[in-house]
Structures are given as C-alpha cells and as structure tokens.
C-alpha cells in the first residue's frame, strides 16, 4: 500500500516571499500524484497533478510541482506568494495504471503574512 | 455539470439521534469515499466504495455505516450520535487512478 507524508503542518511566509510545500510518498509501483488546495470553509479543489512526462508539472494559481522518483517526492512551490495562497494544501496519491484509490497526506496550512 | 453533491450542508444533532449524510456523483466514477476533516488533523478516511455493491472501511470507521446500491450514491449513516463525531465531512468520487473531486463539506454538530 501506499503512503504519503506532508513534513510541515505550518508553513508561515511573508507576502511576494516563495514557499515550498514538501511531500514524500512511499510505494513499491509506479504512482500519480496530485496535489490539492482547500480555502477556509470549502471543500478541496485540484491544484496539479503528475501522470506521466515531464516531471515539472504547472497548476493553477502560479504552482509548481516536481515529481523527483529517485527521492519519492513530489513538493509543490511558488515563486511569490499573495495573502490570497494562505489555504491548506494536501497532497495525494495513486498507483498508476491501477484501479485503486486515492491516499491523502495529512495536510500543510500556508499562512501568508502582509 | 453538477460533480458530487453534498446534503445536507449543516446538521445539528442531539446526542444519540441518527442521521444519513447523502452524496451523489454524476460522473459514472468507480471509486467514492468519504472523509472527516477535524481542525488540525487533515482528511481521515471513513469509508471507501470502489463499486456499486462493494464498501470497506478506512482509518476511522466506527460509529458510521455506508451502503452502495448504485454508482452514483454513497449515502453515509450515523445511527448514535456523539461529540466525538462533531467534524466536517466531505464525499469525492474519482475514476481509476485519476484525481478525486470532492463535495463542499457537511458540517455536523453533535450537542
């Protein structure tokens, strides 16, 4: 089965500063990645997501992600950040070409400060 | 093209009352799940279905009973209700191995 590890619970940043979300998953196959954002009081949305090629993957928003199968990570970044970014992020994951379900890490809170 | 519908979108509860929490998927997807999201504690998987007559349990099963009758519902049940189960719950479908969509949450208080 697979796993996945979101290493900061809180990431605080200073407006127009990059941030970089971490995300590691372990799985003995082939994975899909994805990575979502959860605003206060809505449900998640899809940021980006990794299936196959290359391994820089642009989302909404101004995000980026890369997907590093060597170091089974899979972090998400932005070069600048607005007070508008400050959300929950989630990372997930699946095994490719595979019917199986989705494994959720346990969430970053990015809080942007003016 | 309305995704997965969430109903209701708040419930308050007494303690000991039971309560469907209803979901359904227009998108002919295989896989549905349900989530709870407390404060802090990121999603944790109640119940998963990966088709029509077929469910098994998640992370935090106890207290919740799901069923799967067709592809598009995956209603979630409460049948005594505790504090303990105060929390958002969200449902999300999703094909074979692609991205989950997710309804708007239904927040439930138990008093």
């Known amino acids: 089965a697979q796993s996945v590890t979101q290493l900061d619970s809180q990431v605080p940043v200073f407006e127009e500063a990059p941030v970089e979300l971490r995300c590691n998953y372990s799985?003995?196959?082939?994975?899909?990645l994805f990575w979502y954002v959860q605003y206060p009081n809505q449900g998640l949305q899809l940021l980006l997501k990794?299936?196959?090629?290359?391994?820089l993957v642009k989302g909404i928003n101004g995000f980026e992600a890369e997907f590093n199968k060597s170091q089974t990570s899979f972090h998400l970044r932005k070069p600048s950040v607005h007070i508008s970014d400050t959300a929950e992020y989630f990372c997930?994951?699946?095994?490719?070409?595979?019917?199986?379900?989705?494994?959720f890490g346990g969430g970053t809170r990015l809080m942007v400060k003016p | 093209n309305a995704g997965v519908t969430q109903t209701p979108k708040f419930r308050i509860l007494k303690i000991g009352q039971s309560m469907t929490l209803q979901c359904t998927q227009d998108?002919?997807?295989?896989?549905m799940y349900w989530y709870r999201q407390d404060p802090g504690m990121g999603l944790k998987l109640i119940y998963y279905?990966?088709?029509?007559?077929?469910?098994d349990k998640g992370e935090v099963p106890n207290g919740y009973n799901v069923s799967r009758s067709t592809t598009e519902d995956f209603p979630l049940r409460l049948e005594l209700a505790a504090p303990s189960q105060t929390s958002v719950y969200f449902c999300?479908?999703?094909?074979?191995?692609?991205?989950?969509?997710f309804g708007q949450g239904t927040r439930l208080t138990v008093v």
């Open positions: 799985s003995s196959v082939s994975v899909y």
């Open positions: 990794y299936l196959s090629g290359s391994t």
């Open positions: 998108m002919n997807h295989n896989y």
């Open positions: 999300a479908s999703s094909g074979q191995a692609t991205e989950a969509f």
């Open positions: 997930a994951v699946t095994l490719a070409h595979a019917g199986n379900m989705l494994t």
């Open positions: 279905s990966v088709g029509a007559g077929i469910t």
